[in-house]
Nanobody, 120 residues
Framework: QVQLVESGGGLVQPGGSLRLSCAAS????????MAWYRQAPGKQREMVAAISSGGSTNYADSVKGRFTISRDNAKNTVSLQMNSLKPEDTAVYYC??????????????WGRGTQVTVSS
């Protein structure tokens, strides 16, 4: 069974920081590239940070220098350290496999996500 549980979101002021965590119940987790995605209301879901099974990283231009993705293969977790947050970072944040999300037969599987709101 597949389960992705995101946590750590909340309300933060511009310039503040948050650390998001993802607990991934996926077979062979260590073999997959993983990513954090986000979706704002009325906008398409986008990848913001990705990390390969070997630990190499890639970031969307909008978050480079501000976000850091990491993983702990022993614990099957993926984290996202978010610094210097901006109002445009407001979105629901999800973790999933990359570049293709987990497929469970009827469609792509997504967890509940965690809401990040950046506002003064």
């Amino acid at each position: 069974q597949v389960q992705l549980v995101e946590s750590g979101g909340g309300l933060v002021q511009p310039g503040g920081s948050l650390r998001l965590s993802c607990a991934a119940s996926i077979s062979f987790f260590r073999s997959y590239d993983m990513a954090w995605y986000r979706q704002a209301p009325g906008k398409q879901r986008e990848m913001v940070a990705a990390i390969s099974s070997g630990g190499s990283t890639n970031y969307a231009d909008s978050v480079k220098g501000r976000f850091t993705i990491s993983r702990d293969n022993a614990k099957n977790t993926v984290s996202l350290q978010m610094n210097s947050l901006k109002p445009e970072d407001t979105a629901v944040y999800y973790c999933n496999k990359f570049p293709d999300p987990v497929w469970v037969g009827s469609g792509y599987y997504w967890g509940r996500g965690t809401q990040v709101t950046v506002s003064s």
